[in-house]
């Protein structure tokens, strides 16, 4: 293994595991700025995992080994998909392999794993927000699998590692291709990440709230779990468009060097579109998705057009 | 050797029948039976293990020959690895009654006619095996459930679509066997007339024993009447029986097809996917949920084979037999998977009495061995790595991915949209199983019953074990058996074994790593949680206490989904409030999903062949005069027809 491979391997290891917390903080700063708050610091979700840490866990009368286990296979499964998604176009043999269909497999166990434990629950503001973002996950997952099958298509392989590689330079955005894969790609950050338009971090509110539902009766150390996945799912999406998705250098230095500012600066994107849209009502949000899809099929047509 | 091995397993099976009918020897009859089926399975893998041929080969005249090659090999060894844990789980679901006994013996006459159909070697026996196959799957019904009105009903129904979509398998079979091509031994000229017609006709034919839509209108009400074993094998083997048919004729016999035929059984299998899944979503009854999602397996088998069509006639000889290996990886998958389903719907049945979902509950706390095996299917079903239906999505969404890979523009896009659906399909199955573990196996009981199931006894619980472990050890070393699936394509390039699935143009799945990662990290996370917890307390429910009636239902958790699918299934649904004197008394709600095929494309057909029916009636006058005449007439036309030469 060269050097830059294990460099990219810490990157992986550490940004995904460590620094994830960071990328929602950032992006409750910046959107607090630009709403006039002063709001909290970015280091804010470690203070709260650190107070969650200290906490004793509770389970709700009658819950069984389902509901005990999910926060720790949500976790489990996300770490599994923080090894399968490179920081750049190299990285270690983790022994799982990069494939990009396992992800979607990872990110389907975990929401499996969250989802059962709500019926566990069996209140109605946990099953209100499991049955939702089942309901959307059906478009998420076509829309996911669908851009992601542009990029494969571009690189020949459904390899990560050589997707990042085969998407590096320019030439490839010479064709409306990847352009329309990345359009289909950014409504899958938006859902995955559980943000507006498709879903309100903030609120706490029954009614509106979509991912925060199911881990209403989680607390200590169970919920230092849950909270974690969710902000490795943003750095898991974002990691993704920014070494796909978005223009990035061939060189793998300069891969990893570049990488941390387009992460903020998808942030702060994140944070303006959070300020400037509302919250789209929860039946909508479909077709919004379904334009993505729809968007990723017409990158995929004009790949068909170009290369036959 | 093999061959002596088969043959002795089949006798068992033959003689644990016989034996079955006895009230004394009717366990030992049992035993027999499950060991023969049991040998038949391991006779069944050593074939395609060792790539030995056995008997004749086929041929397209009307003597019987009998035989075994991989890809028979192949349905046996699934057929034996059904049967046996279904036949262990008869011992004592199916009670030493009469009409348990009846059924036991049945039950194997069934299992022998579905081994029939793929040993066979000649048209003949092939389509003896085939009737059989679905005339004794009919009587085991009939005798099972005392031939009561529903099941009358039902049998009907199934024996007439069958039968009158089954006309297009005795089409495909007789067509072949007249070009001496029942087999594959004369070559059919590619895009050729009669090669599209074999090729709609086996399509239609064999399409409807399988199930896929919109031919799949007996499936859903066969299935969950018969008795639990029996529907085990009627989801688990018989309609991947008629699948076998379809590989033979379009993979093997037909030569290579054109890429729109392709792209035909691409649309037909991702409409039975996402269709039997929508469907499977807002049912309310277990074991009508599972038949439905049978289709929807079915429908992910049909997508592999239509990938492998279009990429044999594009010349991606290699990836078209990945296809074909991960459609017959799913097709093995789910044969196991569903019949797990289906035999722990039975003990549910058992323990309970019912299995309306809204009316069970908290399983897995009163049955542990039992539900902790469903929740295993459930999740193999779903597609949930590291589990075996993970493992054959995977092949098949990477199969699909390659039509759009190596295809032109019209196929390539329709390859994307297929692996757009087999997406939303499996992100549909997760929903949903999530629905079917909820309401059966978490949560507090829903019904009295509930609250006191007991645990299935020994034999039925060893059967469910059995097949759970099954999920996990194909999750696990799924490129064990996808190395020689692949090898059972004609053209095949081989492939070199590996325990995971590593293939070129994919990033790799090593089955056993991911679940060591996954388990290694749970078991870590766990650890590091410690237990330390707080008293349990109510669930929040606004401060009200979580009573019966703020219970989640079923038709509740699939509702946004229906709400978002609105515009095409067109739930249907009845709200009466009564109220006296301006004071509310009583809210009545009703409503459900209509089968939109039922209803727009068989009840038309039913009305008119009802009315054709009653035009055909009055040719019947009952006078001897009128069928004189109809007698003379026929004669001087056939006379007339002959003089013209017409006929003759």
């Known amino acids: ?308 | 050797m093999i061959g002596v091995f088969l043959l002795a397993a089949l006798g068992a099976v033959a003689l644990g029948a016989i034996l079955a009918l006895g009230r004394r020897t009717f366990e030992p009859g049992l035993w027999t039976q499950a060991a023969g089926a049991a040998g038949v399975g391991v006779a069944g893998f050593w074939a395609i293990g060792s790539g030995d041929t056995l008997g004749t080969g086929f041929a397209s005249t009307f003597d019987p020959r009998l035989g075994v090659d991989g890809l028979s090999g192949l349905f046996l060894g699934t057929l034996g690895l059904i049967a046996a844990p279904a036949v262990v789980f008869s011992l004592r679901y199916l009670e030493s009654t009469r009409r348990g006994r009846m059924t036991a013996a049945l039950t194997a006459a069934f299992f022998l006619a579905l081994a029939l159909v793929v040993c066979a070697r000649d048209p003949l026996t092939f389509l003896t095996g085939w009737e059989l196959m679905t005339l004794l799957s009919g009587t085991v019904i009939l005798v099972a459930r005392r031939a009561d009105r529903l099941s009358r009903q039902t049998v009907f129904n199934y024996l007439a679509v069958t039968h009158l979509g089954g006309v297009g398998t005795w089409v495909a079979v007789l067509l072949l066997a007249d070009a001496h091509a029942f087999g594959g031994a004369v070559a059919i000229s590619s895009g050729s007339g009669l090669q599209i017609a074999i090729a709609l006709a086996a399509l239609v034919g064999m399409g409807t024993k399988a199930g896929v839509m919109p031919l799949h209108v007996w499936l859903p009400r066969a299935h969950p009447i018969a008795p639990a074993p029996v529907s085990a094998l009627m989801s688990g083997v018989m309609i991947k029986v008629a699948l076998y048919g379809l590989v033979r004729v379009l993979v093997e016999w037909v030569g290579v097809l054109p890429v729109w035929f392709g792209v035909l059984v691409l649309a037909v299998g991702a409409l039975s996917a996402v269709g039997g899944v929508v469907y499977a979503l807002f049912q309310h009854d277990l074991k009508r949920l599972l038949a439905l999602h049978s289709i929807e397996n079915v429908g992910i088998i049909v997508l592999g084979l239509g990938a492998c069509l279009i990429l044999r006639a594009r010349g991606a000889d290699a990836w078209a037999a990945f296809a074909l290996g991960a459609a017959l990886l799913h097709t093995v998958n789910h044969a196991v998977f569903k019949s797990l389903l289906f035999l722990g719907a039975g003990a549910f049945e058992r323990a309970v009495g019912s299995l309306e979902l809204d009316r069970i509950g908290g399983l897995l706390r009163r049955m542990p061995w039992t539900a902790g095996a469903f929740l295993v299917g459930a999740m193999a079903i779903a597609g949930l790595p590291p589990l075996n239906g993970f493992a054959s999505e995977w092949l098949t969404l990477q199969a699909l991915l390659h039509v759009a890979a190596y295809g032109h523009v019209g196929d390539g896009i329709a390859g994307a949209i297929a692996l757009a659906t087999l997406a939303a399909t499996a992100a549909l199955a997760l929903f949903c199983f999530v629905k079917v573990v909820g309401l059966v196996l978490l949560g507090p009981p829903r019904s009295e019953a509930a609250a006191s199931a007991e645990e299935a006894p020994m034999p039925m619980r060893a059967a469910l074990v059995f097949l759970g472990g099954v999920c996990v050890v194909l999750g696990l070393v799924p490129g064990l058996l996808f190395g020689p699936l692949v090898g059972l394509a004609p053209w095949s390039p081989g492939v070199p074994t590996h325990i995971g699935l590593e293939l070129p143009g994919t990033g790799s799945l090593p089955g056993v790593w991911i679940a060591v990662v996954l388990v290694a990290i749970t078991g870590s996370l766990t650890l590091l949680r410690g237990t330390r917890s707080a008293a349990p307390a109510p669930a929040w429910a606004s401060g009200q206490l979580l009573e019966p009636g703020l219970r989640w239902t079923s038709a509740g958790f699939t509702k946004p989904l229906r709400l978002v699918l609105e515009l095409v299934l067109r739930p249907q649904r009845e709200i009466t409030v009564q109220s006296e004197g301006g004071v509310l008394q009583k809210v009545s709600y009703s409503g459900h999903v209509p089968h939109l095929i039922d209803d727009h494309l068989y009840a038309p057909l039913e009305r008119v062949s009802l009315a054709a029916a009653a035009q055909a009636r009055r040719l019947q006058s009952g006078s001897l005069g009128t069928y004189v005449v109809y007698l003379a007439g026929l004669v001087l036309l056939l006379l007339a027809a002959a003089r013209l030469g017409w006929i003759g």
Not at chain 1, 118 to 137: H, M, N
Not at chain 1, 235 to 261: G, K, N, Y
């Open chain 1, 1 to 308: 293994m060269s050097g830059a491979t294990a460099v990219a391997g810490a990157v992986q290891i550490v940004g995904g595991i460590a620094l994830a917390p960071l990328l929602p903080g950032l992006v409750q700063h910046w959107k607090a700025r630009l709403q006039g708050r002063r709001g909290p610091t970015p280091l804010q979700p470690y203070r709260e995992l650190r107070r969650l840490w200290g906490k004793s866990a509770v389970a709700p009368e009658g819950a069984t080994v389902v509901y005990r286990l999910a926060p720790a296979v949500t976790a489990a499964a996300i770490i599994a998909a923080v090894l399968v998604v490179p920081a750049a176009s190299a990285a270690p043999s983790w022994g799982i392999g990069h494939d990009a269909l396992l992800l979607v497999g990872l990110l389907a166990l975990a929401r499996f794993a969250i989802v059962t434990a709500a019926w566990d629950v069996g209140s109605g503001f946990s099953l209100i927000g499991a049955s939702r973002d089942l309901t959307l996950s059906v478009f998420v997952e076509a829309t996911l699998v669908l851009s992601l099958a542009v990029a494969a298509l571009l690189a020949g392989t459904t390899d990560l590692r050589g997707v990042v590689a085969a998407t590096a330079g320019t030439e490839v955005w010479t064709s409306p291709a990847l352009a329309l894969g990345a359009l289909a790609f950014a409504l899958v950050v938006v859902a995955e990440t559980g943000r507006q338009p498709v879903d309100s971090p903030d609120t706490h509110l029954e009614l509106t709230m979509i991912h925060e539902g199911p881990l209403l009766e989680f607390a200590g150390r169970d919920l230092v779990y849950l909270q974690w996945a969710a902000a490795a799912r943003h750095w898991l999406v974002l990691v993704l468009a920014a070494q796909v998705f978005v223009p990035h250098p061939r060189d793998l230095w300069l891969q990893l060097a570049v990488l941390p500012a387009v992460l903020i600066v998808l942030c702060a994107a994140l944070a303006l579109v959070e300020t400037l849209v509302a919250k789209m009502r929860v039946l909508v949000v479909p077709r919004l998705l379904a334009a993505g899809a729809i968007a990723a099929l017409l990158g995929i047509a004009s790949w068909l057009v170009s290369s036959s």
